[in-house]
């Protein structure tokens, strides 16, 4: 099995800055893209950032100018640096992975962290 654990969340007062990780562990092959998806309240689960093997990168356009995402592949670790947080970034961020264990691939959800832009 393999579990993501995210890492990072908290309260942050709007302009401020937060930086999150997800490590992934288990019984790994391989690891293909890792990102980070966030749900507010009342709303649907949103893509933010993601990152394949080979660094490059996927942002959504609400955070492209302020974040940067990115990982260590030795450590199966993905990070999100967030920058001029904005109260609109409240949400539970969801770390993502799409991992290989033996010859299958499946995608695989971190619990969340909560980040809590105050204003």
């Known amino acids: 099995q393999v579990q993501l654990v995210e890492s990072g969340g908290g309260l942050v007062q709007a302009g401020g800055s937060l930086r999150l990780s997800c490590a992934a562990s288990?019984?790994?092959?391989?690891?293909?893209?890792m990102g980070w998806y966030r749900q507010a309240p009342g709303k649907q689960r949103e893509l933010v950032a993601i990152?394949?093997?080979?660094?490059?990168?996927y942002y959504a356009d609400s955070v492209k100018d302020r974040s940067t995402v990115s990982r260590d592949n030795a450590k199966n670790t993905v990070y999100l640096q967030t920058n001029s947080l904005k109260s609109e970034d409240t949400a539970v961020y969801y770390c993502?992975?799409?991992?290989?264990?033996?010859?299958?691939?499946?995608?695989?959800w971190g619990q969340g962290t909560q980040v809590t832009v105050s204003s």
């Open positions: 990152i394949d093997s080979g660094g490059g990168t």
């Open positions: 993502n992975a799409y991992v290989r264990v033996g010859s299958r691939w499946s995608n695989y």
């Open positions: 288990g019984s790994i092959s391989d690891v293909s893209r």
